[in-house]
């Protein structure tokens, strides 16, 4: 069964804030963040999140399993598997490794015509699971052209992938709402 093309928005646009937030952060550290994050753990952590969207009435369920395969000191392999839930019918979607490199990504330059983003940023403590975790959370409000929108992340040093949160309300074109947040951390 194909997913319809909505419920792939809904997945891939929190992973997109969630990037965006990463690089930006990058800019300000030696090493890759992300990589710092997965690299001082053993192949066999994993990170469980779960994502809940509601674009337009469409309502989707994700569940997303990053797995570190392979550390070395150029690079980490972590594998992203994921399960999804689309009017009631379960999809597996099969796993994609993704190389993560030691040396932070160059931050792309901002073009004269960027739209205007108000951004702040502030630290929560958010508990998953049991535990308590330290976060800095980075609030953005996006207004472009006929689109609106406010993304919300808490991310943490201490867990591997980084984010332990992310909400993104859309106001325009299409009213939603997508939340990803931390479950389970096992660390090896």
């Known amino acids: 069964m194909k997913a319809p093309k909505s419920s792939t928005v ?3 646009a929190p992973l997109v ?3 965006s937030v990463l690089f930006a952060n990058a800019a300000v550290h030696a090493g890759n963040p992300m990589y710092d994050s997965w690299s001082k753990h ?3 952590t994993n990170v469980v999140l779960k ?3 509601d674009m ?3 309502k ?3 569940e997303i399993t990053y797995t570190l395969i ?6 980490v392999v972590v594998e992203m598997k994921s399960s999804m839930v689309v009017m009631g019918n379960k999809m597996d979607v099969p796993g994609m490794k993704m190389d993560i490199p030691a040396a932070a990504p160059a931050a792309p330059a901002t ?3 960027a739209p205007k983003v108000d951004s702040k940023t502030s630290e929560e403590t958010v508990t998953v699971d049991g535990k308590d975790y330290k976060t800095t959370v980075s609030e953005v409000k996006m207004d472009q052209a006929n689109s609106v929108s406010t993304s919300k992340s808490w991310m943490c040093n201490d867990v591997p992938n980084l984010l332990v949160k992310s909400v993104t309300t859309m106001e325009k074109p299409m009213a939603g709402t997508m939340t990803t947040e931390l479950v389970k951390v096992e660390l090896k």
């Open 10 to 12: 809904s997945f891939v």
């Open 17 to 19: 804030v969630c990037l």
């Open 42 to 44: 053993k192949a066999g």
């Open 51 to 53: 994502n809940v969207s």
């Open 56 to 58: 337009g009435g469409n």
């Open 60 to 62: 989707t369920e994700t």
């Open 70 to 75: 392979e550390v070395t000191p150029e690079k």
């Open 111 to 113: 073009p004269a015509d």
